[in-house]
């Protein structure tokens, strides 16, 4: 039995993990962005020993998540699986100012891997968008160009990855991977999307939980249980650095050695 956390649980893909994960005897804690929504993710899966909360729109409130999920831990395995999409028109803008994209596809993930204590094992979500992703990170919150808001998602998935990889290199006693969970039919996936719900969570689960040698890797692109060839620029260390050291000034935050 392992504990574990699923960041964007009250919801789609996330849900599905946690409750899961639940259903076999794992300790769950699910993270929920108000009160609201966490009552109604703990009466979808009521086997979950707590719910965190916190909105990844504010540093703020994210700071406030880890402290809690830290208080609710230790975790054997950390699952950022919390996202949103790209169709917006305008760049939406956070209350601390950033891009709501890369606070909450990016900025959040690496704030709450910084301030919760290192779990055995962690999973980030990313998109097969993430080979579209372009790294420019001279403007991360899309100041200094004209806005593109699929663009900005790919590129957040991109990151997401670079982020996996760079903790993989940074703390090799961690198993840190990024999957793509394919397209799922979930409020951000849409009716038209090709796989239901099971087939999205299954990657995540299976690094987790399994022992097996082919789910206890680290530094790994992986979907539907396969290792692919990330974009290229993933695999830049100079590049991760600088992802590091964008997401260190926006949030005050370090990454512990
Ligand atoms: N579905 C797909 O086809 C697909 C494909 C590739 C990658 N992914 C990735 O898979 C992950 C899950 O996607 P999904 O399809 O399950 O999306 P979803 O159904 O829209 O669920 C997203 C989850 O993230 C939470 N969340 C979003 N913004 C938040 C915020 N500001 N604060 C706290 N929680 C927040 C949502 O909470 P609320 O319910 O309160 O909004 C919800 O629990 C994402 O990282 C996404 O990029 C999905």
């Not at 994960?21 to 699910?30: F, I, N, P, Q, S």
């Not at 979907?223 to 692919?228: D, I, V």
């Amino acid at each position: 039995m392992a504990t574990i956390l699923v960041t964007g649980s009250s919801d789609g893909i996330g849900r599905q993990t946690a409750s899961t994960l639940a259903a076999d005897g794992h300790r769950v804690v699910l993270h929920a962005r108000n009160a609201a929504r966490a009552e109604q993710a703990q009466a979808a899966v009521p086997q979950a020993v707590a719910v965190v909360r916190g909105d990844l729109t504010s540093l703020a409130e994210t700071r406030q998540l880890a402290e809690q999920a830290a208080a609710a831990g230790p975790y054997d395995v950390v699952i950022h699986n919390a996202g949103v999409g790209g169709g917006q028109r305008e760049p939406v803008r956070t209350a601390d100012g950033l891009e709501r994209i890369f606070q909450v596809n990016v900025l959040a993930p690496y704030v709450l891997t910084a301030l919760v204590p290192w779990p055995a094992r962690l999973v980030y979500l990313t998109s097969g968008l993430e080979a579209d992703g372009v790294p420019r990170l001279d403007d991360p919150q899309w100041e200094h160009r004209a806005w593109d808001g699929m663009q900005a998602y790919s590129d957040s998935k991109l990151y997401d990855v670079m982020l996996a990889f760079a903790v993989a290199r940074r703390r090799p006693q961690v198993l840190s991977n990024a999957v793509d969970p394919g397209w799922i039919r979930t409020r951000m996936g849409g009716p038209g999307a090709t796989d239901e719900l099971p087939a999205g969570a299954e990657t995540q689960l299976w690094l987790a939980t399994s022992d097996e040698p082919a789910a206890t890797v680290t530094g790994r692109y992986l979907k539907r249980r396969r290792e692919l060839r990330a974009n290229p620029a993933a695999y830049r260390e100079d590049l991760q650095e600088r992802l590091l050291a964008v997401c260190a000034e926006l949030s005050g935050v370090t990454l512990p050695a």
